[in-house]
């Protein structure tokens, strides 16, 4: 894959950005009210859509997979790192993102990591995202990609949050 510019991807960055913190945030919302198995719907749908995100900041391109170097941002590539996804990566991939029998013959993969289920992971995972989205904003010196990255932010956050207070009104209403 060559290089793509920024505005060929911002819909899709927006929307990975978007769903996982609406998607954390309904992870709070449940455990707080107690929701048990549903949550982990909401789980599941913060973790695809990290995965998402931790390509483009982490990965080499493949595929249809896009990469934060084909931004013309090589230099940027370097600043991006995470422990957190270099541990969860083959839980995930076992346990939420495939079924295939060449991974059942690999190595055994455990959900335990570090002493914590997969499942307790969500709240970090946010964290890091945002940790790398921040960083590739600081690390970004052209005026409107960073004001984009600085409002794709702001607004992301702002749904998510109006997801949980609606949500959390509607659940009060119900009772």
């Known amino acids: 894959m060559g290089t793509v510019l920024l505005g060929d991807l ?3 960055l927006f929307h990975e950005l978007r769903m996982l913190l609406g998607a954390a945030e309904m992870c709070s919302l449940s455990e707080q009210i107690k929701l048990d198995q549903p949550i982990n719907y909401f789980k599941d749908a913060a973790f695809v859509h990290a ?12 595929d249809d997979d896009f990469s934060i170097r084909q931004l013309e941002q090589e230099s940027l590539y370097s600043l991006f790192t995470s422990k957190l996804w270099k541990d969860l990566r083959f839980p995930l991939n076992k346990f939420v993102f ?3 029998e060449s991974r ?13 289920h997969l499942n307790t992971y ?6 890091d995202v945002l940790r ?8 970004t010196k052209s005026k409107e990609p960073r004001s984009w990255l600085e409002n794709s932010l ?13 949500s959390l009104q509607k659940i009060k209403e119900w009772k």
């Open 154 to 166: 702001n607004l992301a956050w702002q749904q998510a949050q109006d997801d949980y207070c609606i």
């Open 10 to 12: 911002k819909t899709d």
């Open 104 to 116: 059942a013959a690999q190595q055994p993969v455990s959900n335990i990591i570090n002493g914590r």
């Open 132 to 139: 790398l989205w921040r960083k590739w904003m600081e690390g």
């Open 51 to 62: 995965r998402a995100l931790y390509y483009f900041f982490l990965e080499n391109p493949k």
């Open 98 to 100: 495939h079924i295939t």
């Open 122 to 127: 969500t709240p970090d995972i946010k964290c």
